[in-house]
Nanobody
């Protein structure tokens, strides 16, 4: 099992920014190296289903965004630090949610490892 550590959530006013981070050790708890296809960010607002926010291919760095965050959010990665970031600008109250980091490992058909989540609250 790979452990993901998220940070950076908080309470901000609409229009402000936050930066989320998600780091993993690069190895499973048993010590095996982790090979990833992608890392992504998802979010779940109260009473709603979890939704895709953004992802980045670990090899090559192609980036993908939900329409609702395009132009405001930027995903990036630091391969050396095994960390993915989500820079969130021009935040809106609708962005309020628990944000989850996830990994799609090589061989997996979808994201198969999830972080514990970090709360983002945006007030108007």
């Amino acid at each position: 099992q790979v452990q993901l550590v998220e940070s950076g959530g908080g309470v901000v006013r609409a229009g402000e920014s936050l930066r989320l981070s998600c780091a993993h050790s690069g190895r499973t708890v048993s010590g095996r190296p982790v090979s990833m296809v992608a890392m992504g960010w998802f979010r779940q607002a109260a009473g709603k289903e979890r939704e895709f926010v953004s992802s980045i291919r670990w090899s090559g760095g192609s980036r993908y965004y939900a329409d609702s965050v395009k132009g405001r959010f930027t995903i990036s990665r630091d391969i050396v630090k095994n960390t993915v970031y989500l820079q969130m600008n021009s935040l809106k109250p609708d962005d309020t949610a628990v944000y989850y980091c996830a990994i799609q490992r090589v061989g997996a058909s979808n994201y198969d490892t999830w972080g514990q989540g970090t709360q983002v609250t945006v007030y108007s």
